[in-house]
């Protein structure tokens, strides 16, 4: 089982819809999560951080959590084509002292016009 | 706003050179990290920092080594560079503390000929 799954995709959602991304864990004592946009080319770009359950919102953006089914997800609200990139979610496991991200391999979103 | 800077978008270069990659960041932060990204594989760790002069080893160190002199840069080193090690190479930095995310420099882009 790899440590932090993610959807490869693509997810096509429609502009001015709600685009869902999912990611599961493994390590059940994992702190803090992370969500990255990269565009093609380009580097990570941080988006959201979220640490505790529950939802977390910035503008469009929520970022919710579930520790007990060890999942985090991002929902983009009112999805714009520049909305268009690679979604990585990144944990930080105990397994590794809490020292690293473990990156999921992202999903990818298309938000059509 | 955290900027981490790496020397070089593109670089080209061939078998059996020595290689050094570059990374500034100018907020003072204790971890530095070297990934390199390819498709289909995600993120893949090469080695980390967590102060000046230390370095521990990440998923994929066979080839490299690094070096950090200084807490504001953290430099990758290819010993004989291999086609194989063709790939985007993404600095990255962040402040001591759990929950503080990684900032990526801007990527540079190896080729090995």
């Known amino acids: 089982q790899k440590e932090v799954e993610q959807n490869s995709g693509p997810l096509s959602v429609p502009e001015g819809a709600i685009a869902s991304l999912n990611c599961t864990y493994s390590d059940r004592v994992s702190q803090s999560f992370f969500w990255y946009r990269q565009y093609s080319g380009k580097s990570p770009e941080l988006i959201m951080s979220?640490?505790?359950?529950g939802d977390k919102e910035d503008g469009r953006f929520t970022a919710q959590l579930n520790k007990a089914s060890q999942y985090v997800s991002l929902l983009i609200r009112d999805s714009q084509p520049s909305d268009s990139a690679t979604y990585l979610c990144a944990v930080r496991p105990m397994n590794t002292g809490f020292q690293k991200l473990v990156f999921g391999t992202g999903t990818r979103l298309l938000v059509s016009p | 706003d955290v900027k981490v800077t790496q020397s070089s978008r593109y670089l080209v270069k061939r078998t059996g050179e020595k290689v050094f990659l570059e990374c500034v960041q100018d907020m003072d932060h204790e971890n530095m990290f070297w990934y390199r990204q390819d498709p289909g594989l995600g993120l893949r760790l090469i080695y980390f920092?967590?102060?000046?002069?230390?370095?521990e080893k990440g998923d994929i160190p066979e080839g490299y080594s690094v070096s950090r002199e200084k807490k504001e840069r953290f430099s990758l080193i290819l010993e004989s560079a291999s086609t194989n090690q063709t790939s985007m190479y993404l600095c990255?930095?962040?402040?001591?503390?759990?929950?503080?995310?990684?900032?990526f420099g801007d990527g540079t882009r190896l080729s090995i000929l």
């Open positions: 979220i640490y505790s359950n």
């Open positions: 920092s967590y102060d000046v002069k230390m370095k």
């Open positions: 990255a930095s962040r402040a001591r503390g759990n929950n503080q995310p990684q900032h």
